[in-house]
C-alpha cells in the first residue's frame, strides 16, 4: 500500500505560477515512475506529466509543454509539479499517481498504467 498526499494548489490569476507536490509514504518510492493527472469539472481526468522511475526521462502532455515541469526528490519521498503561465483552462484538480512498473503494455499517459493515486489538489486560474 502507498499512500499519496498531493498539496500547493490554490487560486491564481491567468500567467501566475504554483507548484504542487506530493508526498508518497512507504520505503519504496524510487522505485515508482511518477504522474500527474487532472480533472476539471464536467470533463475526464487527463494526463499531465510523468517522470521516470530509473532515467528520470519526462512526458507532458501537448497542452502543457513548455509551461510545466515534473520533478522529483527520493530522498524526499516527493514529486513536485512546477506550473509556470497558468491558463483558465489549466482549472483543475490535480492528482498524483505511482505507477510500480509491473504493466509495462499500458502508456505512460493512460490511468490504466497507475496503481496509486492521491485524493487531489484544486488548482483555479483566473482570467
Known amino acids: 500500500q502507498v499512500q499519496l498526499v498531493e498539496s500547493g494548489g490554490g487560486m491564481v490569476q491567468a500567467g501566475d505560477s504554483l507548484r504542487l507536490s506530493c508526498a508518497a509514504s512507504?520505503?519504496?518510492?524510487?522505485?515508482?515512475?511518477m504522474g500527474w493527472f487532472r480533472q476539471a469539472p464536467g470533463k475526464e481526468r487527463e494526463f499531465v506529466a510523468r517522470?521516470?522511475?530509473?532515467?528520470?526521462?519526462?512526458y507532458y502532455a501537448n497542452s502543457v509543454k513548455g509551461r510545466f515541469t515534473i520533478s522529483r526528490d527520493n530522498a524526499k519521498n516527493t514529486v513536485y509539479l512546477q506550473m509556470n503561465s497558468l491558463k483558465s483552462e489549466d482549472t483543475a484538480v490535480y492528482h498524483c499517481?505511482?505507477?510500480?512498473?509491473?504493466?509495462?503494455?499500458?502508456?505512460?499517459?493512460?490511468?490504466?498504467?497507475?496503481?496509486?493515486w492521491g485524493q487531489g489538489t484544486q488548482v483555479t486560474v483566473s482570467s
Open positions: 499517481a505511482a505507477d510500480r512498473n509491473l504493466d509495462d503494455g499500458v502508456s505512460y499517459n493512460l490511468r490504466a498504467a497507475y496503481d496509486y
Open positions: 517522470i521516470n522511475r530509473i532515467d528520470g526521462r519526462t
Open positions: 512507504g520505503r519504496t518510492f524510487s522505485r515508482y515512475a
